[in-house]
């Protein structure tokens, strides 16, 4: 049985047909909407650069100046780093399949993202939270409070808030033990008083 292509698929690229093989892999393992529009666009890009280059010629050299071109179109470096991640993801993809030896990708270094720090409020805007009517119509109000009191006072993170159990509570102490990254502990003084 003779599979007929459409002429698009016909004059489609050694990497533009990868991608789109790619693409179906991804779809097929329910990756999220987001990840593949994004995956799907920079990969494009990435296809458009190689033409009709085939794999051997697309060393870390040439994916460096895919990135120069990106860099050229006045994309950011967040943009861009998120586009060598996709060719990176494309290219371990390939290995597993066999069409690659190597990921020539792995040796491209990621741009240098800035560094921000989130802003944190002010001890006026948090008094301000604390003792507004939103707090009031919650639908339990002091756990709502203790929350909002252990992310500023403590300043541990929301995964570190959601992963206190009954047991971290020591109210005797008013204490609790925090989980942490890294499997670190730490007390924080009671909110509940």
Known sequence: MKVHRSGAERKR?????????FLRHLRERNASINTIKAYSSDLASFAAYAGSRGWKD???????????????RGLSKTSVARALAAVRSHYRWLAREGV?????????????????????PTIEEM???????MLEVAAFPERERVMFELLYGCGIRNSELTGINLDDIR??????????????????????R
Do not use: M, W
């Open 13 to 21: 690229s050694t990497v533009g047909k990868a991608v789109v093989d």
């Open 58 to 72: 697309l060393d870390h050299i040439a994916i460096r100046g895919f990135l120069s071109q990106l860099y050229a």
């Open 100 to 120: 690659v030896e190597q990921n020539p990708a792995k040796l491209v270094a990621t741009p240098r993202l800035p560094k921000k720090l989130p802003r944190v």
């Open 127 to 133: 008094n301000f939270v604390l003792d507004s009517q």
């Open 171 to 192: 109210l005797s102490a008013e204490a609790i033990l925090i989980r942490g990254k890294g499997r670190r502990n730490a007390t924080c003084p009671s909110a509940i």
